[in-house]
DNA sequence: GATGAATGAGCATTCATTCAT
DNA sequence: CATGAATGAATGCTCATTCAT
């Protein structure tokens, strides 16, 4: 069963109540078939609902994806978010990066999957300018959080442009083999491992 | 322009003429719009032929994916192995699998995008079961290569299933944020350093 | 600007003040896209109301046409029987007629541009009747202003279907011409014209 | 039955039956229930043929209803020119412009009640232009008529603007009668009195 | 009265695929 | 081998209308 919560966190109230299903069965029939597979029609099915109801909800089915997929990179955003105030030197700082990453991806891994699957299409889609803009507000969070450390200044020996793939890159490629089921142990079981490849990839 | 030796390789002589044409038209329309958005009839349009001919040589679209797809995976392939035959010890061996792929990205940028994008089509269509036959393939040749050198027991401490993440997921990662415009500079000039990074994550 | 006076003489009051501001944006959607064009929603948006204060005031879509429409029909026909008073012989009543007509369609552009294109539509519809119950009344007091004259015994000599083709076709076809914006002067310029055109087509 | 000589002299040869079947039932269809109202499917069940045959040969339903409407317009402004041809002075002329007229609606009403009916959807639709251009090349024709012969002049006294509607609008307003059913007298039946309601408007 | 969420039949259009020529 | 007309299931979306609040 996915987890409804992000979903009652966005969207409060009783009245949101359709609003909330139609999201929570379309998230799951976009994981199961693919987002362009998925028809609304079938989503109608199982939300027992109208066709007319999504559209008077989502305007289109570009908007239904979109507003999934900035549900999902908000939550993600904030639990990154929380991990990295905890955080105290940079190499706490790199460990919460990496362990928000793969926490956030074991706990929500439908979210995650659907992330990974409709960014091609939100980004070609209407939505794409609002995509770009909120991922240059996360690297800006990020940036904020090493301007207040001293010791940042570690980091400026790599290239901007390399520093968030050296970091996360190994995580990331780990969570799409375990989410299409190409290995069966959780990323989880893998963080302090994966922490620790982060750190010696950037530090000296 | 596409650079279609690739093609020229793998389906030679006079009479492929119009098949490789296809299949470049096909890359080109795919790239630009996203394989499922691309109609048979634009790269009929494209190539300037007829619907039927592309059906007599690919069956059906599918088919045509298929062989975009995996006469890419070939050539990337091919490329590894002979960047690995040239590796003596394992670091240079880990240097090779990052170099290869790094370069492969940057010497067929067209035929890497395709083969991100197309990656779930083909896992999912009637050519799923190819794919995973092809990717442990790759694995054995890698796994090959490693039986045949001693030190490669160093790499023994990491579990299986995280070690080609350790060693490719940061080259991954940024080649993918080159070829959709995120960054700018080629991973080529980070060769080095993403070699080096894998290098440390992975020994001890 | 649309002159409103047609629906403060038939709607009067303050608490009609919404059933007119409907209707006014309900002529200037049909004027802008078509009737068939228009949508419900439409005419919402610009009266700032909901769709059920439309279908509370109207009833249906075609209520809304053919509350237009009927105003217009009654406004216009108004100005005929007031020319056609002043009329004392035959010849000043055709003029009476032509005046009429051109003057209407100049004073009020918007109304008659919707009642040309909304003629067909209200023909077909549950109001097709009552149309054809106005016009047959309005053809009864041109018959009757007839009766009244001796002279005009001349117009006997045409056939009775004939008689108002002869009489108001040159002056609908220049008014449709002017509001279609294929000609530019307005069809009161060319009123003397137009009515003497008439004349000598029925005189002998 | 529908006359359907015009298409076989437009879309001749055995390849083109089935588009002109369907342009024959669309015919029908429009002037059934009008263009708007009247959907590919019940063309396509008219014809008993698919909907992509219909959109295969095209295009959609504005080039559906395009190339009905300009097969109408030169059908009748063919049978102009012929009359036009014979007539050796201004007074035929104008005669000529009203027979042919009239001749043609009594001959093809159908073809005419769907040019009556599809102008505006046509003139706001993709077409528009062409059929603007198509309209002002009838009035070059007429103009140069006119051009060809000496006493021509004798319009000259009235607005240019003007004088189509003096010349066709009787007998226009009297087909638009006669194909709505308000009249049951065909307009060939009173051809001379509109021709000489028409000269004795226009001359002096 | 006013509101606007909900309904759902209906529509134009697309597109992979087939097959007669 | 090549062609492209024909097929028709499937899809995203619209919109007049209703009705509970």
Tied chains: 1, 2, 3, 4.
Excluded at 46 to 58: E, L, N
Excluded at 146 to 164: G, N, V, Y
Aim: hydrophobic content about 40%; overall charge neutral.
């Amino acid at each position: 069963m996915i987890n409804a919560s992000i979903l009652e966190r966005r969207f409060p109230g009783r009245r949101a109540q359709l609003k909330r299903d139609i999201l929570l069965q379309a998230l799951q029939c976009f994981n199961a078939h693919g987002v362009e597979a998925t028809t609304i029609d079938m989503i109608r099915a199982q939300c027992d609902t109208s066709v007319g109801a999504i559209y008077h909800h989502f305007r289109n089915k570009d908007g239904l994806v979109a507003a999934l997929f900035f549900a999902a990179l908000e939550d993600q955003q904030q639990l990154m978010q929380n991990y990295l105030e905890q955080a105290s030197d940079l190499r706490e700082g790199i460990a919460a990066l990496v362990y928000s990453y793969v926490d956030w991806v074991v706990a929500q891994p439908d979210w995650a999957r659907f992330q990974y699957q409709a960014h091609s299409s939100v980004s070609k889609g209407p939505h794409g300018e609002e995509l770009v803009r909120r991922n240059s507000e996360r690297g800006s969070q990020v940036a904020q959080w090493l301007a207040e450390r001293e010791q940042s200044t570690q980091l400026q020996d790599w290239p901007a442009e390399l520093r968030a793939s050296l970091i996360i890159g190994q995580s990331e490629n780990y969570c799409r083999s375990w989410l299409s089921g190409r290995v069966s142990t959780p990323p989880t079981a893998y963080r302090d491992i994966l922490a620790e490849a982060a750190w010696r990839s950037v530090s000296n």
